[in-house]
């Protein structure tokens, strides 16, 4: 038989909002980081990756190595910005304004 575990949605829907905000911020230092580093190409995609799974890292410590306390399915959140629009299109953005800023003008 197994455990019944309660789950308070008002606090499962606030963490999955602080760790959404968590990757776009995560990919906007990417961005800024690859823009003013002068990475192009396929480098710069591997800075996002990076900046990406440093992310998940540092959120997965937050959680105290419990993730599942806090989340429903902790690898999915901790690695979902790697395939989420909304951050690859954040880092791309901010990539090519930084560096054009920097470089071209």
């Not at 690859?34 to 959680?63: E, P, R, S």
Request: proline letters at 2%; glycine letters at 8%; charged letters at 10%.
């Amino acid at each position: 038989m197994e455990a019944r575990t309660l789950l308070n949605i008002r606090n499962f829907n606030e963490n999955l909002a602080v760790a959404q905000t968590s990757r776009v911020l995560a990919a906007l230092v990417a961005g800024a980081v690859a823009g003013a580093g002068d990475v192009t190409g396929v480098k710069g995609f591997g800075v996002f990756v990076a900046f990406q799974l440093a992310n998940g890292l540092i959120m997965y410590a937050t959680c105290r190595g419990e993730p599942r306390r806090f989340f429903r399915a902790p690898v999915s959140t901790f690695l979902s910005g790697l395939a989420s629009q909304t951050e690859l299109l954040t880092f791309v953005l901010l990539w090519t304004f930084t560096h054009n800023i920097i470089y071209l003008f």
